[in-house]
């Protein structure tokens, strides 16, 4: 069945308002969560289950193969939990001699996956049900099947054009020798299988038993690095956040090594620019937010690895208030300048938020990184790998170059907003680069601007891409268009065919006398629900 699922009309989806709330890229993880809740489960117990049925309806952005980061509000105080995996021992710098870069996609882009890691520690330490009856929404639709979503489809379709050769993944989603299309029926009962043996033994076969086993097979197999050993090493960590407040709203974000830290510097420096003058479409506005982000992304690529690599400059004195203030001075109101990051590539994630009537707020990320990740998937098992290892450099001297048992340089940020320190907002914008940028727009329009949380994501975005090019909607007035153009910025109107390169947020904001106000992001399938 082929039917147009074109975005012809713009739409105004309303904000949902209710007690117990979740909100994410897909409706059926979205009604996963929900019936958690329903079942007397806590926000962590909601956003766990539409994490696991997120990587059965959605493979294109996560699997079972993913890293994931949560920020958490446990209805008295914060918590960041960092569950991105390390390179494997063996990827010493020697290992990747002669070449000018990671690869992108295959076995040498695969790090140890972390999510499931993830889902496991959060459920120990703050769910109310059992890894089972969590992990039973997803077991049902992976067996089952369930009907493939538009936007999912047409990524889908992308993915298996540039990964079929991959190891693994024409068996696992390319079913008849083809990615199933918007509404044809997709199960996958080896990853159903994979979920039961997660949820019988809380996770363990995935890192020290028979999952982790098949796992190093295939990689030998394969002569890749990729051990049992480096699997078992894995652990979670309760990392905190950093913080950078404006006016009297805090931003919280995961510590390197994410990209969540720009976020922080671009508020940082917008703290000391006139954007308080301008409206949050104002052309004024959006430079001034672009030119921040230009020089947050300049250290960020310079600068930011795995924390404990990161040691001239710290993590500190990239956003100690001095620092970001006198890195606004460079900020011309009126021209565009060119610091000079380089060209990031587009990303595959989910990201979901949940809240429940006890206070709980959960902010919760996981990826692959590119669409499908590595396109690596383990035989009999449904697990399809991340390409985490990409984010390396092999700059020598670079405090991310590529070393064993080492974090790379991760994307995905979860983000957390508190007011005089009581939980206000808890957010995400997926998609690679796309995401700091989005958390700067996402905290001004509803912390300073006002804006409700589904007029702030049905707004049109913008994203910087290097250089002076920046990327937009369509939606964003000619006149704006040509005012940005005027003060030196080279625009690039994106179609909705390219729109994932803005990303997909969910937002859910706790409303002044009790309760929630979630929105899902239009630009994907999501949903946001609750009761």
């Known amino acids: 069945m082929n039917f147009r699922h074109d975005a012809l009309y713009a739409s105004r989806r309303s904000p949902v308002l209710a007690e117990n709330v979740v909100a994410t890229s897909h409706p059926l993880a979205t009604q996963a969560g929900v019936a958690m809740l329903a079942k007397g489960g806590n926000a962590v117990d909601a956003a766990i289950a539409t994490a696991a049925v997120l990587t059965v309806v959605e493979p294109t952005g996560c699997g079972l193969g993913s890293d994931g980061f949560c920020i958490l509000w446990d209805g008295e105080k914060l918590h960041g939990l960092n569950s991105s995996g390390s390179s494997p021992a063996a990827w010493t710098p020697e290992r990747f001699a002669g070449m000018s870069e990671i690869p992108f996609r295959g076995w040498e882009s695969v790090t140890v996956p972390g999510a499931i890691a993830a889902w496991v520690e959060l459920i120990d330490k703050f769910g109310k049900l059992d890894l089972e009856t969590v992990l039973a929404p997803a077991i049902g639709y992976a067996e089952a099947g369930f009907s493939v979503s538009p936007v999912i489809g047409t990524l889908w379709a992308k993915g298996a054009e540039m990964l079929g050769e991959q190891p693994g993944f024409a068996e696992a989603f390319m079913p008849g020798g083809r990615a199933p299309r918007a509404g044809e029926r997709f199960a996958n009962p080896a990853q159903a299988d994979s979920l039961r043996k997660i949820a019988a033994t809380g996770g363990r076969v995935f890192y020290e038993g028979e999952l982790a086993e098949k796992i190093a097979a295939f990689a030998a197999e394969h002569g ?60 004024q506005a959006l430079h001034l937010q672009i030119e921040a982000i230009k020089v947050a992304f300049a250290d960020l690529y310079a600068y930011v690895a795995d924390r404990g690599a990161m040691t001239a400059p710290t993590v500190e004195d990239l956003i100690a208030p001095d620092y970001l203030k006198a890195r606004a001075a460079l900020i011309d109101p009126a021209r565009a300048q060119h610091p000079g990051p380089g060209a990031p590539k587009h990303g595959g994630t989910v990201y979901l938020t949940t809240a429940d009537a006890s206070g709980m707020m959960v902010s919760f990320i996981q990826s692959n990184y590119s669409g499908f990740g590595s396109g690596v998937v383990v035989p009999g098992t449904g697990i399809s790998l991340q390409n985490r290892g990409a984010g390396f450099t092999l700059e020598k001297g670079h405090q991310n170059d590529v070393g064993p048992r080492k974090r790379p340089f991760h994307t995905i940020i979860p983000g957390f907003v508190t007011r005089n320190g009581a939980p206000e907002m808890s957010f995400g914008v997926m998609g690679g680069p796309m995401q700091a940028q989005g958390h700067v727009q996402m905290m001004l329009r509803t912390q300073l601007w006002g804006q409700d949380v589904q007029t702030a994501i049905d707004a049109p975005r913008w994203r910087f891409v290097a250089g002076a090019e920046v990327a937009v909607e369509e939606a964003l007035p000619v006149e704006a268009q040509a005012q940005l153009a005027g003060m030196g910025h080279e625009i690039k109107v994106e179609t909705p065919d390219s729109a994932f390169g803005f990303g997909g947020a969910q937002l859910i904001r706790k409303l002044p006398g009790g309760g929630y106000m979630a929105g899902s992001d239009p630009r994907k399938d999501g949903q946001a629900a609750g009761f």
């Open 224 to 283: 890749a690095a990729l051990t049992v050993e480096d699997m078992a090493a894995h652990r979670p960590e309760w990392c905190g956040t950093i913080e950078t407040g404006f006016d009297d709203g805090t931003l919280h974000e995961i510590p390197p090594n994410g990209q969540g830290i720009a976020a922080l510097m671009a508020l940082g420096m917008l703290e000391h620019t006139g954007i308080r003058d301008h409206g949050p479409d104002d052309p």
